[in-house]
């Protein structure tokens, strides 16, 4: 879950930190998190890595439900 670079740090793609907490989008990863506990299924965005970049295709991922034993 890659967040989308801007342009100046796209420029400057060997000083980005992929490692760093920021370069991740938090807020995408955890609204989708969200849609699949409440049961719907979500387009997973792919990376490219070549391009250091979000694919135009997503992937469909649908919710896994979990049954517990009471």
């Known amino acids: 879950y ?3 670079i801007t342009k100046e740090e796209r420029e400057n793609l060997s000083n980005f930190n992929f490692d760093h907490p920021s370069s991740f989008d938090f807020d995408l990863l955890l609204e989708q ?3 699949l506990l409440n049961g719907n299924n979500i387009e997973m965005p ?3 890595f070549v ?3 979000r694919k135009t295709e997503t992937e469909t991922i649908k919710p896994c439900l979990l049954y517990t034993s009471d």
């Open 2 to 4: 890659y967040r989308v």
């Open 51 to 53: 391009t250091s970049s």
């Open 46 to 48: 792919i990376y490219d």
């Open 33 to 35: 998190l969200r849609q």
